[in-house]
């Protein structure tokens, strides 16, 4: 597929109440059905950024997840962003890809939040995830990653289009917004981030700055600050792969071994 459409949901999230959070993005993927492919939620989209681990996780298999596939199947639409997972004893923020067709793919958030307090109630994951769908290789990272330029890399055009889900606060707005452009420009990629409006459990407010970003760091879409909404943007295949053979920067990328 050259051309894929995708949405950014940014939205308020009602603190630790998974049932009404549920709801209200039920109610927007309706309105989503057949005009686009993918869906983005903010981080912890059901819970908002709470610490409350051993409460609020799930398994793959638990409610949360399971109702997400159940709607992704509904509507034809992949849906991504991160929720607290448990698994074999530990507590992720997992991030994850449930396609349409059935398919699922998770990722554990690799950088906790250190000054959130956020290592000691999670467990970091240590495998970055590139997820084939549709034509497209998509990587899927989570808030504080964007922060770490050497795990974003994309070594050899390995993906299309970078995705962070975040709860990202007021205060360190500046860095968001500077450095989401600049992992689309030195990836040479897409690149789409998707933040939270509204107030959380700890009183951190977020006035979001959703945006998708060309490889040119132009800006596709975003949503006002402090607005609930959603926006959709196109982006197509053949014409960042014709930059990427006109100014082949990553050729003369450094490497890196983790």
Same mark, same amino acid.
């Given at each position: 597929m050259?051309?894929i +459409? ?12 998974k ?23 903010p981080e ?11 409460l609020?996780a799930?398994?793959n ?9 159940? %709607? ?6 992949a849906?991504c962003?991160?929720?607290i997972?448990?698994d ?16 699922e793919f ?7 939040? +250190?000054?959130?307090? #956020?290592? #000691?109630?999670?467990s ?5 995830? =590139? =997820?084939?769908?549709?034509? %497209? ?5 989570v ?9 974003? +890399? ?5 993906y ?5 889900v975040a709860? %990202?606060p ?5 860095? %968001?917004?500077?450095?989401? +452009?600049?992992?689309?420009? #030195? ?18 407010k ?12 132009e ?8 607005? #609930? ?10 014409s960042l ?18």
């Amino acid at each position: 597929m050259d051309s894929i +459409r995708i949405s950014i949901i940014q939205t308020d999230i009602v603190w630790e109440n998974k049932q009404e959070n549920l709801r209200l993005l039920h109610e927007k993927l309706q309105s989503l059905r057949g005009t686009t492919e993918i869906v983005v939620l903010p981080e912890m989209f059901s819970t908002g950024f709470s610490m409350q681990s051993q409460l609020l996780a799930e398994p793959n298999s638990g409610e949360t997840i399971t109702i997400l596939k159940q %709607w992704a199947s509904r509507y034809g639409i992949a849906i991504c962003g991160s929720y607290i997972a448990i698994d074999n004893g530990q507590f992720y923020n997992r991030a994850f890809f449930l396609a349409p067709e059935g398919t699922e793919f998770y990722y554990d958030k690799r950088h906790l939040f +250190r000054m959130g307090r #956020e290592a #000691e109630h999670f467990s970091a994951g240590d495998k970055r995830l =590139v =997820v084939s769908y549709h034509g %497209w290789n998509i990587c899927l990272l989570v808030c504080y990653d964007l922060r770490f330029p050497v795990w974003s +890399r994309n070594v050899n055009n390995e993906y299309d289009l970078l995705i962070y889900v975040a709860n %990202w606060p007021i205060p360190r707005r500046l860095v %968001w917004d500077t450095l989401l +452009r600049a992992r689309a420009l #030195e990836n040479q990629c897409y690149v789409c981030g998707v933040n939270r409006v509204g107030i959380d459990g700890y009183q951190q407010k977020y006035n979001g700055g959703s945006v998708i970003y060309s490889a040119f760091g132009e800006e596709k879409a975003s949503l006002p600050d402090d607005t #609930e909404g959603i926006t959709t943007a196109t982006l197509t295949l053949s014409s960042l792969r014709q930059f990427r053979e006109k100014f082949p920067v990553w050729k003369d990328a450094d490497e890196f071994h983790l």
